[in-house]
């Protein structure tokens, strides 16, 4: 079968490999319908996240199921299913309490070593472990292009929003108008908020938040500060998601919260280290989440519920099709910022 393959820094190909077969009993094979290119792809390609040349990538997508384990209870051949972007392996201690995301067997596909050695899933075939925890049925109402978010970014923005407990009347503040970003403003309006404002610095991402109902803010033209305060009477968000996942963007976070607000930080962090005056989050009472990995399986079906329903809708952020085969000018698009979403279909 052909599938994408890393060949070393800055390098994919799509190659012929060898189909993946039923290793555990709890495993299933789906047929891939739709994968796409993720920002976590692009560390692989930079070389920031190491990756052996000839391991192959990928970890959202979307397909019908080909075959299952013996020990595969809720799903057989035929079945639309999504993928999620975290393998857990459904019966730890944190998996039993809905922290997937936090499985002592914490593993994703298409990650090389450090995701568990699990094969990617830009390819015709991928075999997910753990079938009956990993995958989740899709509704017919719930096209392949549209559900396949919901293992992966909607999911996570709807996550987001959920930790805010936005509460009816408030306004929430996006910081960061990426694919995370734009799910977290959908999620906070199908969540209640009264208003949202995302705050990025590019008009592309800004236009296509302002059409899911953003108020957006430029940064590079507006203060966020006072362009928050005017909008909340001086007081500043009730809640604040922090999608980006920089020491900028954590500090700007924290400079448009409201006293006693609720900051939600979801952009991904790993050595960044910030100066914190505690005594000024302690008398301004800001109440600061971190989210982590999302726990999809934890809530993708409501995700998904809200998905049939329209009040979330990932379709505006993809910017291209493309057949699989031309893999590596999707990994180009999308690595120079020309694309927003990249879908590939084997
Ligand atoms: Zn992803
Ligand atoms: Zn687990």
Redesign the pocket.
């Known amino acids: 079968m052909r599938a994408v393959v890393y060949r070393g820094v800055g390098v994919v190909e799509v190659a012929e490999v060898s189909e993946p077969e039923i290793e555990d009993p709890r495993d299933a094979i789906v047929r891939v319908g739709v994968s796409?290119i993720?920002?976590?792809?692009l560390h692989f390609l930079n070389g920031k996240t190491p990756l052996e040349p000839g391991e192959t990538i990928g970890?959202?997508a979307v397909g019908v199921v080909e075959r299952v384990g013996p020990d595969v209870a809720r799903f057989a051949p035929g079945d639309r299913v999504v993928v999620s972007?975290v393998i857990a392996c459904g019966g730890c201690w944190f998996c039993r309490i809905g922290q997937t995301a936090l499985c002592e067997d914490f593993r994703n596909l298409g990650a090389g070593i450090f995701g568990g050695g699990l094969a990617g899933a830009q390819a015709e075939l991928v075999r997910v472990p753990s079938a009956d925890t990993n995958l989740l049925s899709v509704p017919d109402g719930a096209p392949d292009e549209r559900a396949m978010f919901v293992g992966?970014?909607l999911t996570t923005g709807y996550y987001a929003a959920a930790r805010g407990e936005i509460r009816p009347g408030e306004t929430v503040a996006v910081v960061g108008a990426g694919p995370v970003g734009f799910s977290c403003v959908q999620g906070a309006l199908a969540r209640g908020a009264d208003r949202v404002i995302a705050i990025d610095l590019e008009p592309e991402r800004l236009a296509l938040v302002a059409a899911a109902g953003a108020d957006a803010v430029n940064a590079s033209e507006r203060n966020p500060h006072t362009a928050v305060a005017e909008r909340t009477g001086g007081r500043g968000a009730d809640v604040v998601i922090e999608a980006v996942g920089s020491a900028p963007a954590f500090g700007r976070a924290l400079e448009v919260v409201r006293r006693g607000g609720r900051v939600v930080v979801t952009g991904v962090y790993a050595s960044e280290t910030v100066e914190a005056q505690l005594g000024v989050w302690w008398a301004r009472g800001i109440d600061v989440r971190f989210t982590g990995v999302c726990p999809v399986h934890a809530w993708w079906e409501r995700t998904m519920a809200e998905l049939e329903a329209g009040r979330l809708d990932p379709s505006p952020l993809v910017s291209h099709r493309l057949p699989l085969d031309e893999a590596p000018l999707g990994y180009e698009l999308f690595g120079s910022r020309r694309a927003t979403k990249v879908l590939l279909i084997p």
């Not at 993720?38 to 792809?41: P, V």
């Open positions: 796409s993720c920002g976590s792809d970890h959202e972007f992966d970014v």
